[in-house]
């Protein structure tokens, strides 16, 4: 598996390739970026360089067909540790640090050195993440640990000083498009366009979104908020929230799921924000532009800008585990205030 | 595959390994152990869990096909506790295991056993060998000064030196050391290994629990400064070896003591648990105080103190000095009771050294006290 299937992060490869010809390949990495750019295919593919057995690690470029590269590929190679949040759980506790710790403790059994990939770093809880400190500081000779969140505000700073801060960003269109049509998440490009769009550049959220019955929900959600007939804030948060724990069991695919709505309800403000300037929004959906238009006519840009913020906070509140009933709630309550308190006014 | 087992025999032999298999793992096949099954070379049960791993020969195997099979640890074990059979055949049939007694038949599902992670066999032609009654005694004597949780890697373990004719361990966690040596031969001009290997401890209770205390040999050979191998008679085990620099335990032997009196371990271990008595969590120090003919050791708490005598043959300067119980009784406990140790001293402020007749080496930092 060479580099080019992973798309759009040449800048960083080449990044990485000049500090190992200098000589200064940092020995912990931070990865941070959009949820579903690629960061954690990126880590694996690294680890691959570095523990190839054929082509040497200055290079950068795994052979992809010797016994190491396919241990990697299968998460099976020896001297490779992975380490990431409990299904069921919120954070990434302790325990999984120290056997990490003890892991890297030892002679690595195959090659000169060990690489640990450390998945879901913003959910590290501070006790995780202080008990890493001295490994992240000084790891055993040679050894290289990534660390794969969102964002380097959400680590404490004591994490940030000891690793290299490596930026992805979003995929473009045509890329994401591309690689919702290789994984088979789009049947046809005019779907991959589609979702493309919607993605903001993460396959990750891309994929959420072409789930059918979240896309017709979310349908239903937009025109409902756009509809001249007043809406109910406190049913609309009950379906909401009802949605959202259809999800599954687990708190956290109803969080992923409340956060993808939230974020289409926020992309929609935007919509409507062009709209009272009176500009088309980019948006892929037409039946999009039909009800920006129709509450463009009714708010405000002051309470539109509002409305698109009020949603942004409860997508952050969501990451930070507030109750989701709660934020869902909240959130319907307020958008319900502006948005009839506005339309009654004109 | 298909074989008859001794039910006792395999069960010995999956207590044996079963120590290894870990509780939890990322790699849930490591939740197994794998028996192969052969007539020629004898049958093995293995486990690993990447960090450790043991092959250990299984007796009472009789061959009618041989092969391989994965079992499930938990299940098996409980299969054969709950057995009244003497024999049970173990065999696979299609997609099925199949174990089978008189009147009972367990079907578990077969697996891959070529998913099973290689166990290290021992390969090596050179090697060193030591008597296993004196490894034995050499990993009990070090193995409780090591330090798991320290964040310099290489206290977690302890360190082999081999040469021509010995082999030496080293276990410290820095506040105090332990250096156990016995005699060794190297085979077929077996080379010292190098650099400083240090062994973890999980290995080493592991190691112990396989040997016993007869004449019988032991074989060592290290793998490229990465891993060690270890043969006793009916096992082979491996193991990672710990990372980091061990530190330069030469220089921790103090030099020019004056003070030096002979005990018996028995005693000294007796006197030393009763003074620790009034020992709390604040005030963990024991008052040892050497004068002509008699130890005193006194300590105190808040819920009372102790004093005890012990006579000695000593008739020089008194001196003055306070341990950590726990650090002496954890080395004494490892001595034969009737064994002869020599404390020797500075003064209150410097290390003090124990050692014995048969090259056991343990040094201590006092505990410095507000008076």
Same mark, same amino acid.
């Given at each position: 598996m060479?580099?080019g ?13 000049? #500090? ?12 941070v970026g ?6 954690r ?10 523990? /190839?057995?054929?082509?040497?690690e ?10 190491? /590269?396919l ?25 999984v640090?120290r056997?990490?710790n003890?892991?890297l ?5 195959? #090659? ?5 990939i450390?998945?879901?770093?913003d ?12 490994t992240?500081?000084?790891p055993?000779?040679?050894s290289v640990?990534?660390?794969?969140g ?9 994490i940030?000083?000891? /690793?290299?801060?490596?930026?992805f960003?979003p995929?473009n269109? %045509?890329?994401?498009a ?10 046809t ?20 979104l072409a ?18 007939q007043?809406?109910d ?9 009802t949605?959202?724990?259809?999800a #599954?069991?687990?708190?956290?695919d ?6 993808l709505?939230i #974020?289409e309800?926020?992309?929609?403000f935007?919509? %409507? ?12 959906d037409p ?15 002051e309470?539109?800008m ?5 949603c942004?906070?409860?997508d952050?509140q969501?990451?930070r585990?507030a109750?989701?009933?709660l ?15 506005d339309s009654?006014?004109? | ?8 025999g ?9 120590g ?5 793992? =990322?790699?849930?096949?490591l939740? !197994? ?7 020629e ?5 293995m ?11 299984v007796?009472?195997?009789?061959v ?5 099979v ?12 709950? +057995? ?32 099973f992670?290689?166990?290290?066999d *021992?390969?090596a $032609?050179?090697y060193?060998?030591v ?11 070090t193995? *409780?000064?090591t330090d798991?949780e320290?964040?310099?890697?290489a206290?977690?373990?302890v360190?082999?030196e ?8 080293v276990?410290?966690?820095?506040r ?10 190297a085979?077929n001009g ?9 062994? =973890? ?6 190691i112990?629990?396989?040997?016993d ?5 032991v074989?060592l050979?290290f793998?490229?400064? !990465?891993?060690v191998?270890?043969?006793t008679e009916?096992?082979v085990?491996? +193991?990672k ?5 061990f ?6 032997f103090?030099s ?11 005693t000294?271990?007796q ?6 008595i009034?020992? +709390? ?6 008052? *040892? ?10 300590? $105190? ?28 009784s954890d080395?004494?406990?490892?001595l034969? =009771? ?7 001293l ?7 050294? *124990? ?11 006092p505990l410095?006290?507000?008076?």
């Amino acid at each position: 598996m060479p580099w080019g299937s992973i798309r759009g992060h040449d800048k960083i490869v080449e990044l990485l390739r000049t #500090g190992m010809t200098r000589g200064r390949f940092p020995h912990a990495l931070l990865f941070v970026g959009p949820e579903g750019v690629g960061k954690r295919t990126f880590a694996r593919r690294l680890a691959q360089c570095l523990l /190839c057995e054929r082509n040497p690690e200055q290079d950068l470029n795994p052979c992809g067909i010797c016994p190491a /590269c396919l241990q990697v590929g299968a998460g099976a190679h020896p001297d490779l540790v992975e380490v990431r949040r409990p299904d069921e759980k919120h954070e990434l506790p302790i325990a999984v640090i120290r056997d990490l710790n003890h892991d890297l403790s030892l002679k690595p059994s195959k #090659g000169v050195r060990k690489v640990a990939i450390v998945d879901d770093a913003d959910d590290l809880n501070d006790e995780a993440a202080n008990a890493f400190l001295k490994t992240l500081e000084e790891p055993p000779p040679g050894s290289v640990l990534i660390l794969i969140g969102t964002s380097a505000e959400v680590q404490l700073d004591t994490i940030v000083s000891r /690793c290299r801060v490596v930026r992805f960003d979003p995929l473009n269109e %045509v890329e994401l498009a591309s690689v919702l049509i290789e994984h088979g998440i789009a049947s046809t490009p005019e779907e991959a366009r589609r979702l493309a769009k919607l993605g903001d550049g993460s396959v990750g959220r891309a994929r959420g979104l072409a789930d059918t019955t979240l896309n017709a929900f979310r349908r239903d959600l937009i025109d409902e908020l756009a509809s001249p007939q007043s809406f109910d804030p406190s049913s609309l948060a009950r379906k909401l929230e009802t949605f959202s724990k259809e999800a #599954g069991k687990e708190s956290i695919d109803q969080r992923n799921r409340a956060s993808l709505l939230i #974020g289409e309800l926020a992309r929609f403000f935007r919509a %409507v924000l062009w709209q009272t300037a009176g500009l088309e929004a980019p948006s892929p959906d037409p039946a999009d532009n039909r009800a920006a238009r129709l509450l463009a006519e009714r708010l405000e840009p002051e309470d539109v800008m509002i409305l698109a913020d009020r949603c942004l906070q409860a997508d952050y509140q969501v990451g930070r585990k507030a109750n989701l009933g709660l934020i869902i709630d909240s959130l319907c309550h307020d958008l319900g205030a502006l948005i009839l308190a506005d339309s009654a006014h004109r | 595959m298909k074989a008859l087992c001794n039910r006792d025999g395999l069960l010995a032999a999956l207590g044996m390994v079963s120590g290894v298999v870990p509780a939890r793992s =990322p790699k849930p096949i490591l939740q !197994n152990v794998k028996l192969v099954a052969d007539a020629e070379e004898g049958s093995t049960l293995m486990a690993t869990d990447l960090e450790v791993g043991i092959r250990f020969r299984v007796l009472g195997i009789k061959v009618d096909q041989p092969g391989s099979v994965i079992l499930p640890t938990v299940r098996i074990n409980q299969i054969l506790r709950t +057995s009244n059979d003497d024999e049970l055949a173990i065999e696979t049939e299609g997609d099925q295991l199949i174990v089978r007694g008189l009147r009972s038949e367990f079907i578990l599902n077969l697996e891959d056993p070529d998913l099973f992670p290689e166990v290290a066999d *021992f390969g090596a $032609q050179a090697y060193h060998s030591v008597n296993a009654a004196d490894l034995r005694k050499l990993i009990r004597r070090t193995i *409780f000064a090591t330090d798991i949780e320290s964040t310099r890697y290489a206290l977690g373990g302890v360190l082999v030196e081999l040469t021509d004719e010995t082999i030496t361990m080293v276990g410290t966690d820095g506040r105090r050391l332990a250096r156990a040596i016995a005699p060794a031969e190297a085979e077929n001009g077996a080379m010292s290994p190098t650099g400083s290997p240090v062994i =973890p401890v999980k290995a080493l209770k592991l190691i112990e629990r396989n040997l016993d205390d007869g004449e019988l040999k032991v074989h060592l050979a290290f793998q490229s400064g !990465n891993s060690v191998l270890v043969r006793t008679e009916r096992s082979v085990i491996y +193991s990672k070896l710990v990372e980091g620099r061990f530190p330069r335990y030469q220089d921790v032997f103090p030099s020019g003591m004056d003070v030096k009196i002979p005990m018996e371990a028995g005693t000294l271990l007796q006197q030393v648990e009763a003074a620790s008595i009034f020992t +709390s969590e604040e005030s963990r120090g024991v008052d *040892f105080n050497f004068s002509a003919g008699t130890l005193t050791l006194k300590s $105190q708490a808040d819920v009372g103190k102790s004093r005890v005598e012990l006579p000695i043959a000593y008739d020089g300067k008194d001196v003055e000095i306070t341990f950590d119980p726990r650090y002496l009784s954890d080395a004494l406990k490892t001595l034969d =009771p009737m064994a002869h140790v020599t404390a020797e001293l500075i003064d209150r402020k410097n290390a003090a050294v *124990f050692r014995t007749d048969d090259q056991y080496t343990y040094v201590v930092m006092p505990l410095t006290r507000d008076r």
